[in-house]
């Protein structure tokens, strides 16, 4: 569903992406995984169409992206559905209103459609009966639910999750990568996330791809990354350095 070729991108002199390669098959869960400062959120900002590169590709179902303006960008943007780190609800609003926004915002529905879907979004993160709460009444991992079910409310094709479970427990870790993964069993979006949870990531990709140094380094299914011979890629997941380094 998703092919990038070549992605360039410089940011005052300094290149942050150096020749990024990947695809992305339509209905799986592929996840980026990488250093801290290594270019995972500006990667993730231009399949959003939120950056243009310096060059190269990406391609929505053959519909280069990084050609598009106006009204043409915003209709391939009607298929994605984002879930930002730390969640990004608006405090001012309730959970129900937050979940509610994309609809509002983008769709003519009737007040009782939106709420109908509005409730069944929330109970499908197990959020049943919270729509009346702010975001500061409820824990961060409920919250993280909420932001869930507001990417899903509009039912898009792809989901983009960058850094989901920033912030929480290792229980609560394990707790949304289930939820995220039954979600994704029952509607079959294609999901391309951003995340450093290590080895939890591994229980819930197709595909898993390292970015190191501007570029795709290594891909494929997690039992392939987690033998890598590719030493960049073993000192990443194992937390401690290669002695050949």
Known sequence: MIKVEGLRKSFGGQAVLRGVDLEVPTGSITIVIGRSGGGKSVFLKHLLGLLRPDAGRVLVDGVEL??????ALDAVRQRYGVVFQGGALFDSMTCFANVAFPLREKTRLARAEIATRVDAAL?????????????????????????????????????FF???????????????HRLI???????????????????????????????????????GAPVLIQQSANPVVREFISGEPEASL
Not at 66 to 71: D, E, N
Not at 147 to 157: D, F, K, S
Not at 192 to 200: A, G, Q, R
């Open 181 to 219: 993964l039954g979600l994704h069993r029952r509607f079959r979006f294609t999901a391309v996330m951003v995340s450093h949870e290590l080895p939890e990531i591994f229980a819930i990709a197709d595909t898993v791809a390292m970015l190191h140094e501007g570029r795709i380094v290594e891909s």
């Open 66 to 71: 990084t050609r598009l303006r106006g009204t």
């Open 123 to 159: 109970v499908q993160v197990g959020l049943e009966g919270v729509g009346a709460k702010f975001p500061a009444e409820i824990s961060g991992g409920m919250r993280k639910r909420v932001a869930i079910a507001r990417a899903l409310v509009t039912e898009p094709e792809i989901v």
């Open 162 to 176: 960058d850094e989901p479970t920033t912030g929480l427990d290792p229980i609560l870790v394990n707790t949304i």
